[in-house]
């Protein structure tokens, strides 16, 4: 079974052209919205809670979690609860990027996120216009900026605090399935990538940004099927 699992501030509809695609290969699959989990403390944990929970609803044995963004850091957390019943985690444009997944300080938290605190609307439709390919933009940012900006600003906040406290560095150890991601090459930046993720297998795409599952939608599935065939033999 397959869980695909959305980044921040995100919808499962941004997995429309994968949904169909997969099953279509034969494979199970559910994409999971997070924006029903229940706040009970550290949003990473919380999320990871709701994805394992929608894996014991369907009783798999064997569980391939693909997480985009934020998603990516979820997946992490609900491979180490799954144990050996995760048999891959794939990420989207996510993992390598210090600025976001190797941990911060409460000060840098609260500076990050006073900028979403005082205009949240706007402050999420700039970030998605710089995270998109401007090749891509006419047909996937307004949606995508729109849908984002009309997340609930209290309950991103707190995710969004929780995204920039998580370590990758202390977490990855942890899980013991194999790790891949598909992340952007046109956002890749060597000065900012997190040390010590050598056990995790990068992938680059080409002109496409932060969601190449939607500005990509064919190619991106392309890699993806290969990446699940290759890493799961029947």
């Not at 992490?76 to 993992?95: H, M, P």
Request: aromatic share 8%; hydrophobic share 50%; glycine share 8%.
């Amino acid at each position: 079974m397959i869980l695909l699992v959305h980044g921040w501030c995100c919808i499962p509809g941004f997995w429309r052209h994968q949904l169909g695609a997969f099953a279509a290969r034969g494979y199970d699959v559910a994409a999971i919205d997070l924006r029903r989990a229940r706040r009970r403390g550290d949003a990473i944990e919380d999320f990871a809670v709701e994805v394992v929970a929608a894996a014991d609803a369907r009783h798999p044995r064997d569980i391939v979690l693909i997480g985009h963004s934020m998603g990516g850091p979820v997946v992490i957390e609900a491979a180490i609860r799954l144990g050996s019943r995760c048999r891959l985690v794939v990420g989207i444009d996510t993992f390598t990027d210090a600025a976001f997944y190797a941990g911060w300080p409460p000060e840098e938290i609260a500076r990050r996120t006073e900028a979403f605190a005082s205009d949240f609307g706007g402050a999420m439709r700039a970030m998605v216009d710089r995270l998109i390919a401007p090749a891509n933009k006419p047909r996937v940012l307004p949606w995508v900026a729109e849908e984002m900006a009309a997340a609930d600003p209290e309950a991103a906040l707190w995710a969004l605090r929780g995204l920039l406290a998580w370590d990758i560095g202390g977490r990855l150890p942890a899980a013991r399935c194999p790790i891949e991601t598909i992340n952007s090459a046109w956002l890749d930046s060597t000065r900012n990538k997190v040390p010590g993720l050598d056990r995790v297998r990068v992938h680059t795409m080409e002109d496409v940004g932060h969601f190449p599952m939607l500005e990509a939608p064919e190619r991106f599935n392309a890699l993806a099927l290969a990446i699940l065939e290759q890493s799961l033999p029947a």
